[in-house]
């Protein structure tokens, strides 16, 4: 079969790479979609069961930081773009491991980059597009300036538990190995295009949330222990801030941003829904419980207090006017909508969730916590 162009996905096999593949895959039956990840205990294929036997679907298990690979398979199917969110994604972990977040998340990028760079240049770089997905943690931690917070705030032009927000011009002060290694990776891609003239686009997005998300991050995890009537491990007093976007439209910004992005630039994406961690999680209790039939309030005392994330960032918050301002995009859901759509979805998979967790999760967390 022929195809109009092929498109490699990095960790497509992740949580929000299996979104963007699911979404490429159904959208453009015209480019062939390689989901190219390594399989480590974050990607798992049974997150794109219903696209696997598509025509323009091909799953190829490879290690970014694997150059040799990477320029191989690059070259073989002459591909012409790249969105690389294979990474290693979770905070806590990069405190205890941090050489294997710089191998990934640097070296990793790097060889892409390289290879890429083997095979577009000679050609002058007609076509393609190299778009690295990131995070808003590389511009390191807000303030909590309104601890209350404060419901008229968007009215005012400001968030609800500060008035700044990170823009594409905030200066990038990374705090955990995770968010150094993302922002060192940053770094490389727009060296790239400021070196080599690569065509690049780099976009920065606040929390995820929704289906197919790995059981250590907060919403799937709490959503299950609450299932399962287990302690709710609140780091610190539950009083820090993240900004959340449903994964779906994280997914339609990728899509709209690699085909009408423009090269070289970089675009924040959020939707200006910032939650205190301990109201967010009596909204996740006091749903799975509505959603369980069990009576209101009858899990609020699963809350645990913890010690604090080393290194806790406070509050993450968004500005993501310019994606609105020059590509049109916006959030298509409401919290409410997609807080009711995760949790159902999380309680109806309660095997995904055992699938997931019987394996090296649960080996990290004896080492972690032996
Ligand atoms: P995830 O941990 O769920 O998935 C990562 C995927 O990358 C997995 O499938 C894993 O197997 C694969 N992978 C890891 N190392 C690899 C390697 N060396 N070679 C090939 N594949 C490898 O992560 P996620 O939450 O889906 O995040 C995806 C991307 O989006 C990351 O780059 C992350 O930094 C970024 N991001 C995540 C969030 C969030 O809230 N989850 C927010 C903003 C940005
Ligand atoms: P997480 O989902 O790990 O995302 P990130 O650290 O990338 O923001 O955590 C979200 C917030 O929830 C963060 O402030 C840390 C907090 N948290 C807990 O309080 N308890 C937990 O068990 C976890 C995993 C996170």
Redesign the pocket.
């Known amino acids: 079969m022929e195809f109009e162009r092929t498109i490699i996905i990095t960790g497509g096999a992740g949580f929000i790479g299996s979104h963007v593949v699911r979404l490429f895959v159904n959208k453009y039956p015209e480019y062939k979609i390689i989901n190219l990840d390594k399989l480590t205990y974050a990607g798992n294929l049974a997150n794109l069961k219903d696209v696997e036997d598509k025509p323009n679907y091909q799953f190829v298990k490879a290690d970014i930081c694997d150059y040799e690979s990477i320029k191989e398979i690059i070259s073989t199917n002459n591909v012409t773009g790249i969105i690389h969110l294979a990474a290693e994604s ?3 972990r990069s405190i205890v491991d941090p050489f294997t977040f710089a191998r990934t998340n640097v070296m990793g990028t790097l060889s892409l980059l390289q290879a890429a760079r083997e095979f577009w240049e000679p050609k002058g770089w007609a076509g393609c597009r190299f778009y690295h997905i990131s995070t808003d ?1 590389v511009y390191g931690a807000l303030e909590l300036t309104k601890p209350e917070g404060d419901p008229d705030a968007k009215e005012c032009g400001g968030g609800p538990f500060g008035d700044d927000f990170f823009t594409e011009s905030t200066k990038y002060q990374p705090h955990s190995p995770y968010s150094a290694a993302k922002a060192s990776s940053d770094h490389f891609v727009r060296a790239y295009h400021d070196t080599y003239g690569m065509p690049t686009l780099v976009t920065n997005c606040s ?1 995820n949330y929704g289906p197919f998300q790995f059981p ?4 799937p ?2 959503i299950n222990n609450i299932r399962h009537r287990r302690p709710l ?3 610190g007093k ?1 009083e ?1 801030v ?1 900004d959340w976007l449903y994964v779906v439209d994280h997914a339609r910004a990728i899509d709209l941003i690699f085909h009408e992005g423009k090269i070289g630039e970089t675009y924040n994406i959020g939707g200006f829904n910032e939650w205190k ?1 301990i109201d967010l999680i009596k909204v996740l209790i006091k749903t799975t419980d509505r959603l369980l039939g069990r009576p209101e309030g009858s899990d609020d005392d699963l809350i645990t207090f913890v010690t604090d ?1 080393k290194g ?2 406070m509050r ?1 918050a968004i500005d993501s006017t310019k994606l609105k301002e020059e590509l049109g995009w916006e959030p298509s859901l409401q919290f409410e909508e997609g807080i009711e759509k995760t949790v159902k979805w999380y309680l109806e998979n309660q095997d995904w969730l055992d699938n997931v967790t019987s394996g090296d999760y649960m080996k990290y967390y004896e080492q972690m916590y032996k």
């Open positions: 979770h905070v806590d943690e929390n250590e991050k907060l919403i995890l709490f491990p609140v780091y539950g820090n993240r961690n994330r806790h960032d993450y």
